[in-house]
């Protein structure tokens, strides 16, 4: 499986919408923001949300914040079902995700690793 970065997976927009991969990013994990963010962090687009996902958990998968707040600022990858915003029945503007509804794009986690960790469990499995 192929990994993404935010920014690829956000100019894939609508053509993925609804389907299962990984994208690898920055890790925010504070109040009201709970989101991957482009790396490397020179490649950010000037609209911060442009560059950003939001994370959401759903089902079986829950968050261990205690492990997440370690891991905030580092780079991570998440697996997850990803969607992009509908348009607004009401306004024509994007109904978004995350908080304040800012956020374009949203990945449903269904794991998060980081990003040594993983490269180093898959270096010794070979």
Known sequence: MSTLSVN???DLGKAKNGECFEIEGILFFDFEDISLNHWPKSER???????SIWIDAEGAFSFDEEVLQRWAGKRVVV????EVSKASEVD????????MSQW??????????????RNSDHATEG
């Open 79 to 82: 697996l997850g079902r990803y």
């Open 8 to 10: 690829q997976a956000l």
């Open 104 to 117: 374009p794009a949203r990945i449903v986690a269904r794991r998060i690793d980081l990003v040594k960790r």
């Open 92 to 99: 024509g503007w994007d109904d978004g995700y995350g908080h």
């Open 45 to 51: 687009r000037e609209n911060r949300y442009e560059s």
